[in-house]
């Protein structure tokens, strides 16, 4: 009963992208969808389509063929000269709604449809959570994380988009990222390098609690992500441009996940990766027994100078108490502001919260436990893989406790660089009346449902999902789990 409860409160706070206490419903116009037309005539229709249907929160129309990319992907390839076209005509119709529904409301329709659409001009910011592990905030703020548990990294204010990992303890001192789920507009995605939920450990990826097995071609989501598997890096587009790659690597027979999250600046965003504000100063802050706010940066500064980070004085008294108790702070204070219960775990399998003698590490390793000989190697090898210099720490921290071998981050898959040509400048913008639709009276949230494209058609490939063998339909070419995966819950 109570996992109904939360199951259900989740669906009902999650049903739209803003935070508007009455449910938005879908609004046709006709002169915006004919300058999606004019762009691509059947991608065109789909792409003004499924914006209405995120706006609202019903799963996206099929797709048509050759459409592979998401929502964020295809705004993006809109000239600046279309964004202004379909802008003043959606400014028209968000006056004209306002009419109708009175200036009260907290969203409108067309506030929303715009929104999408100004994502695409915000710059990307990268966080990224790897190693054993080290964190960079979107802001470009630096720590090092060394606790075990289920933490949300980082998650979207507008309950669109969550990633959560399950960092595992591989001694009493150092954690890994074991797993990481995504969840992304009604989908769940999760990544498993340990705590496998079953026994099929020779599949790392479920889909909305399914194998994914042939991961020769894309998936695409009924939620409108697009998930693709090139050269061993998971790579998930979600429809409001974050954009998540995953890669494994091993160290002392122990695999562990490298995550690196690409976000537009625009997102409001909140958990590890810090909260996308533009200030590094303002990532890592948390209230102390007063409630007085503290911060890493002014409570907590830490040299840059080579000679305290790799040389003779990072042994220094003071330096060493200094990165002490800016580890604690950053493990109890700031960390466990993150911790993920089951009540709100994606995972299928959730690790709950752990007890502090496991959650947090014995002694808090900096570099002035190595020798000088092995920041000497490790400041050797790192160069030499050319990983840039203010990830130096967390390289040469990975090479000489555990042995990682280095590895450069990862670049932003830039959804096209090529934007479509220039509009005639005679094409004028005509306003036509508003006809909305009748409210949306079953606005669920959709936990499964990878949507399967047509059979036979080489631009839209098949998903290569797994489904449990009692279904009837894939017959013995699938492994069923041996535990059954329970639904995402809570607080979403």
Not at 289 to 314: A, K, L
Request: glycine letters at 8%; aromatic letters at 10%; charged letters at 25%.
């Amino acid at each position: 009963m109570k996992n109904f409860f939360l199951f259900t409160l989740s669906i009902l706070t999650c049903i739209t992208f803003s935070h508007a206490e009455q449910p938005l419903r879908k609004i046709e116009n006709s002169h915006v969808r004919e300058i999606f037309q004019s762009w691509n005539n059947e991608k065109g229709d789909w792409l003004f389509d499924s914006m209405s249907s995120f706006i609202v929160s019903e799963e996206l129309p099929e797709r048509p063929s050759g459409a592979d990319k998401t929502i964020f992907q295809y705004l993006s390839e809109f000239s600046d000269q279309r964004k202004t076209r379909v802008l003043r005509a959606t400014e028209i119709a968000l006056e004209r709604e306002k009419e109708i529904l009175g200036e009260e409301n907290d969203a409108y329709f067309w506030e929303e449809f715009n929104r999408l659409i100004h994502l695409t001009d915000c710059s990307v910011n990268r966080g990224r959570s790897n190693g054993d592990p080290h964190m960079t905030t979107f802001d470009g703020e630096r720590y090092d994380f060394q606790t075990a548990g289920e933490y949300s990294l980082t998650k979207t204010e507008a309950n669109r988009f969550e990633i959560q990992t399950q960092q595992v303890r591989h001694n009493e001192n150092i954690s890994v990222n074991g797993a990481a789920v995504i969840y992304t507009n009604g989908d769940v995605v999760s990544y498993y390098a340990q705590n496998f939920p079953d026994e099929l450990t020779d599949q790392p990826i479920r889909i909305n609690g399914k194998i994914w097995e042939d991961k020769s071609s894309p998936v695409f989501l009924s939620g409108g992500a697009v998930l693709k598997y090139e050269n061993l890096r998971f790579l998930l587009d979600a429809p409001t441009g974050e954009q998540v790659q995953i890669t494994t690597r091993t160290f002392q027979q122990s695999p562990l996940l490298d995550i690196d999250v690409f976000s537009p600046s625009c997102n409001e965003t909140r958990g590890l990766l810090g909260n996308s504000d533009g200030e590094a100063d303002t990532d890592i802050v948390a209230s102390d027994e007063n409630n007085r706010r503290r911060s890493i940066r002014t409570h907590f500064p830490v040299s840059v100078d080579f000679n305290d980070v790799f040389g003779p004085n990072r042994r220094d008294p003071s330096i060493r108490q200094t990165n002490h108790d800016r580890a604690d702070f950053i493990s109890r204070e700031f960390g466990d502001q993150f911790l993920v219960d089951d009540s709100i775990s994606f995972f299928e399998r959730p690790m709950g919260i752990l007890l502090p003698e496991i959650r947090y590490p014995e002694v808090y390793l900096t570099l002035d436990e190595l020798t000088d000989e092995q920041i000497e190697e490790g400041l050797e090898q790192c160069k030499a893989a050319g990983i840039e210099e203010e990830d130096l720490v967390g390289c040469v921290y990975d090479y000489g406790y555990v042995g990682l071998e280095p590895i450069r981050t990862v670049d932003y898959v830039a959804p096209n660089e090529q934007k479509e040509p220039g509009l005639p400048e005679n094409e004028q913008v005509t306003p036509t009346p508003n006809r909305t639709s009748p409210p949306n009276r079953n606005r669920r949230m959709r936990r499964g449902g990878v949507l399967i494209p047509p059979a036979g058609n080489p631009t839209n490939p098949g998903t290569g999902v797994r489904t449990p063998t009692n279904n009837g339909n894939n017959g013995g070419a699938v492994r069923t789990p041996t535990t059954t995966p329970t639904p995402p819950r809570g607080g979403r």
